[in-house]
């Protein structure tokens, strides 16, 4: 047997596998949440880490897509995705204006720049989502000079119209947040003198927690994964069911006395004789290394503690009175039975960014 062949035989003990039909049920849970308004799916950034043309191929029921960057769209028509896709950063350049036009992508426009590379490019029709910043004051046009861009939009036979109108939110992760319904008041206000057909506002927060946002389009992401977009909630109190499950096993395990240190730097010594489990994951894999002690682990779908510094490779976690347990028994990272909103807080950080980090060693497997 050549070693090739030896080595497909390995089947890898860190895997993330992602539910497709969990990632459908969410989906319809969005148009279910605001039965009036198209939906486009948010799968930039490689859907969030889970994998953007497996994630297209499920979301037969989105209206339509949304990714960040030309690149992206390009691999989506490449892969033969015929429906709209917006492109939320819109294009920075005459070359990416023209691959806008030549793969069909609707545009968002939130920049003079962009309004000057229109006006003087000669080319094919392009369909645009002028961009209003309302308080999120990272793109888009100010609200007093929608009216004037507008106009000019209408001079330029290259631009489809209607031009479709949309703005961002950048606070309703916080249900008592008042400037989400500022953003929502500032928006049709900055277009009442407009004729304009088609608007979108809503993210995953949006359309989950604030009915006002709800447009004609709206753009779910995280959502979308299983993730509640919330803070201080997690995804089962929302009906969402988590789409990726990191996991894993036990490599080792040992017995370790009273005043041992564990890991890089010593930084967790045990307070007790106690029994630790290694886990073959680590920073190498994305799981965050500022995780602290205490963040949980399953371990036979039992929680347990990671104790000490994350290394590249492994973690190690306290196996407390767990009986029976072995090498290769199997570990739960986050995902079913254990919510990545928690790990997330453990680790300082956000969900969406845990999920972005998930990296090329880890086995990615795909279940329907
Ligand atoms: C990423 C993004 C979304 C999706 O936001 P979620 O919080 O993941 O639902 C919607 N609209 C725009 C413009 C975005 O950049």
């Excluded at 509640?228 to 969402?240: C, G």
């Excluded at 002690?293 to 190690?316: E, F, Q, Y």
């Excluded at 990272?333 to 060693?361: K, M, P, Q, S």
Aim: glycine content about 6%.
């Amino acid at each position: 047997m050549n070693s090739e062949s030896t080595t497909t035989q390995i089947s890898a003990t860190t895997k993330a596998v992602i539910n497709l039909s969990a990632c459908r049920h969410n989906l319809l849970l969005a148009k279910k949440s605001s039965p009036d308004s198209n939906v486009i799916a948010v799968i930039k950034a490689n859907a969030y880490g889970h994998g953007m043309l497996e994630i297209a191929n499920t979301l037969n029921e989105a209206d339509a897509f949304a990714v960040a960057r030309v690149a992206e769209a390009i691999a989506l028509r490449q892969a033969g995705i015929t429906k709209a896709i917006v492109l939320l950063e819109g294009f920075s350049s005459e070359a990416e204006l023209k691959l806008a036009s030549e793969y069909q992508l609707e545009c968002v426009i939130h920049h003079e720049s962009q309004l000057q590379l229109l006006e003087q490019t000669k080319g094919n029709a392009i369909a645009l989502w002028l961009k209003v910043d309302t308080g999120m004051h990272r793109l888009g046009f100010n609200p007093d000079d929608v009216k004037n861009i507008s106009q000019r939009l209408e001079q330029i036979d290259t631009v489809n119209h209607p031009v479709k109108y949309m703005t961002h939110l950048a606070n309703a992760d916080d249900k008592h947040d008042k400037k989400t319904l500022n953003q929502v008041n500032t928006f049709y206000k900055s277009i009442e003198d407009i004729t304009v057909e088609e608007t979108s506002i809503a993210n995953s927060a949006g359309i989950l927690g604030w009915p006002q946002t709800h447009a004609s389009w709206n753009r779910p992401g995280i959502m979308l994964y299983g993730v509640s977009p919330f803070i201080n909630s997690v995804a089962a109190d929302l009906n969402l069911k988590p789409v990726m499950t990191l996991s894993s096993s036990l490599i080792s395990i040992k017995q370790l006395k009273k005043g041992e240190a564990i890991g890089y730097g010593g930084s967790y010594v045990c307070e007790k004789d106690m029994t630790i489990g290694v886990v073959a994951i680590g920073y190498g894999d994305g799981y965050p290394r500022h995780a602290k002690t205490g963040t949980p682990v399953l371990v036979n779908n039992k929680r347990c503690a990671l104790v000490g510094r994350v290394s590249m490779d492994m973690i190690c976690v306290d196996l407390g009175e767990q009986k029976n347990v072995q090498v290769n028994d199997p570990v739960t990272l986050w995902g079913e039975g254990l919510a990545i909103e928690e790990i997330a807080e453990c680790a300082d950080t956000i969900a969406y960014e845990l999920l972005c980090g998930v990296t090329r060693r880890v086995e990615f497997i795909y279940s329907d």
